[in-house]
């Protein structure tokens, strides 16, 4: 059953902390992407990868930080120097490029107290 | 400065009838669109694309309509049914560059 999961679904952390968004495809995809929702607003990018022991930033990689040491995985470190960490966060694949269909997990909602 | 909006938060459609749901980009050097629909508590499924060369695109009750001049785009459903309430994105990429979103459209469809 192929597919992309996200854990944990809710994610509570103090100001400060780093916190790390778990992404896993079993889809054989070479691309693999993490967005930003906040209310209101569309799907924002935070950072890609397209191949293993690469990545590229988005258009909001200020506070977040990436690695891609597996094609199946692809973590995302919330680090307290991310001013606003509050929010969705969605993380999806596809199977080269980024205009390829985007398989996207379920989200992790991060609330930082 | 937001380059792709979808300016109605939501609508409301009657169950058989159309569903009409809008977008507007300001950048004219998109040239590939795409629709997403998101359920609650789930990610976006991709529905349907459509490249510049192009000003209509048909997949089943599905259909995506362009126009470049007006730098417009719209997804109509038809038949409208239950299953289809859920919240829809546009998005548009330019040089298969990063896809750059639309705030979403909340669809109800009303029985």
């Known amino acids: 059953d192929g597919g992309i999961t996200q854990s944990p679904k809710y994610l509570f952390r103090k100001e400060g902390q780093n916190v790390t968004l778990s992404c896993e495809q079993n889809l054989n995809h070479d691309a693999m992407y993490w967005y930003r929702q906040d209310p209101g607003q569309g799907l924002r990018l935070i950072y890609y990868s397209q191949i293993v022991n690469d990545f590229q930033k988005g258009d909001i990689a200020e506070g977040y930080s990436v690695s891609r040491e597996k094609k199946e995985s692809f973590p995302l470190t919330v680090t307290s120097a991310q001013k606003n960490p509050t929010a969705f966060y969605l993380c999806?694949?596809?199977?080269?490029?980024?205009?390829?269909?985007?398989?996207f997990g379920p989200g992790t909602r991060l609330t930082v107290l | 400065d937001q380059q792709v909006k979808q300016n109605s938060p939501s609508l409301s459609v009657q169950e058989g009838r159309i569903s009409i749901l809008n977008c507007d980009y300001t950048?004219?050097?998109?040239?590939?669109f795409l629709w997403y629909k998101k359920y609650p508590a789930e990610g976006p499924t991709f529905l349907i694309s459509?490249?510049?060369i192009k000003d209509k695109n048909e997949d089943g009750r599905f259909t995506v309509f362009l126009n470049k001049s007006a730098k417009h785009l719209s997804l109509h459903i038809v038949p409208s049914q239950p299953g289809d309430s859920a919240v829809y994105f546009c998005a548009a990429s330019e040089s298969n560059y990063q896809l750059i979103w639309g705030a979403g459209t909340k669809l109800i469809i009303k029985p």
């Open positions: 459509i490249s510049s």
């Open positions: 950048n004219s050097m998109f040239d590939y």
């Open positions: 999806a694949s596809s199977i080269r490029q980024i205009t390829d269909t985007q398989y």
